[in-house]
């Protein structure tokens, strides 16, 4: 009977714990689910958290990618972690062959000249306004830099353009009064000579007189040339291309290329319509054509490139000469200043002049050794 009582006991202590173990597992099962939901609680703000953080990154990139600006992003280690459209473009190089490569091992080079610096990049050249600054996170500890190339190069033009146009002004009102000045003497000189002329007849000394008629009448283009510069244009504006008014520009100097033993080079890409006074244009690409001459040794090559972009019709002229000094490309615009012993200045001057009045420009590219290239800008018309 003992035994049978301990065997109950047994079977009731047993059946106690199982029932202990019951009610353990029932709440172990229920904590187990409260820590799945959890669980999955957790991981779906955290699923939310990294979308939203991507979310974020790629609304920056958007913004940065969008920025007319070249923004070079580096880690700690100054190695390329972003590299924007606008980098891509001026730098010449594609995002996915930088990112991760050292910022210093880029191909290009940072050349500062006074207050200006410039980007060389490729056989592109750029001013360029430059700025470094390091990126912190929340502790104040440096993550990485940014860097920013802006390019100024079109600013700097136009500042360019304006400071020459305030001098154009300043010096053709000059220049109007110095021709008012001048002419009614020169007329009275010339009247003169040609009285004196008539009075000596086939005599060795009219040569004399001769002489100075010629000169007087020298003197007078180059009045004329400075009281064109002088009086304000009045263009008479049509539609053209500048394929026929060049066609006519070349007719007149071709006896004079010839005799040089000059060899032109022309290519038309392309030729939309301007608008323009051709009888104008026609003396800016003369004078352009003519120095381009005078620059070119004998027997050398003039060439006439015709293209154009979204906005522009453009002409280069490429002569073979020494080049111009980098301090004289700005001056050689300036009325009244020539690099050639016997030219007046105003070739240049009258060529920027005409081409404002068409709402166009002017720009030189010369390498000492090199040649020039004068590239010409007019609007295209629909």
Not at 96 to 103: K, L, M, N, T
Not at 105 to 125: I, M, N, P, Q, S
Not at 268 to 281: A, I, R
């Amino acid at each position: 009977m003992e035994d049978i009582s301990r065997l109950n006991d047994a079977f009731y202590n047993f059946t106690e714990a199982s029932r202990s173990l019951e009610q353990i597992y029932e709440k172990l099962k229920e904590r187990v689910n409260y820590l799945t939901l959890e669980v999955e609680r957790k991981n779906k703000q955290l699923e939310q958290a990294l979308c939203d953080t991507e979310e974020v990154k790629d609304y920056l990139k958007g913004i940065l990618e969008s920025l007319s600006e070249s923004i070079i992003v580096l880690d700690t280690n100054e190695r390329v972690t972003m590299f924007n459209k606008a980098a891509e473009r001026m730098f010449g190089l594609r995002e996915e062959d930088v990112i991760g490569r050292s910022y210093d091992g880029l191909d290009f080079h940072v050349e500062y000249e006074g207050a200006e610096t410039f980007l060389a990049a490729g056989e592109k050249r750029y001013n360029v306004f430059l700025s470094h600054a390091n990126v912190f996170d929340s502790e104040g500890a440096v993550r990485g830099a940014v860097i920013l190339f802006q390019d100024i190069t079109r600013i700097k033009e136009l500042e360019a353009q304006q400071e020459r146009n305030k001098r154009l002004v300043a010096m053709g009102e000059m220049a109007a009064q110095i021709v008012h000045e001048i002419r009614s003497p020169l007329c009275s000189i010339e009247l003169y000579a040609s009285m004196l002329d008539s009075e000596l007849g086939d005599s060795p000394h009219s040569n004399l007189a001769r002489g100075i008629s010629t000169g007087i009448r020298s003197l007078n283009n180059i009045l004329t040339n400075m009281l064109l510069f002088a009086k304000p244009q009045k263009p008479r504006f049509y539609p053209l291309t500048l394929s026929a008014v060049l066609e006519d520009s070349l007719f007149m100097l071709m006896p004079l290329i010839e005799s040089h033993g000059i060899s032109l080079d022309r290519q038309k890409e392309s030729d939309p319509c301007v608008y323009g006074d051709s009888e104008l244009l026609k003396q800016v690409f003369m004078n352009i054509i003519i120095n381009a001459l005078q620059a070119t040794p004998n027997d050398g090559t003039i060439g006439i490139r015709q293209w154009s972009n979204e906005e522009f019709a453009i002409v280069d002229i490429r002569d073979e000469g020494e080049g111009i000094r980098h301090e004289n490309l700005e001056r050689i615009f300036d009325p009244f200043f020539s690099t050639k012993e016997k030219g007046t200045g105003l070739g240049l001057a009258i060529a920027s002049k005409i081409l404002l009045v068409h709402d166009g420009r002017i720009k030189v590219e010369s390498k000492l050794g090199n040649g020039s290239t004068f590239r010409l800008f007019l609007p295209i018309k629909e």
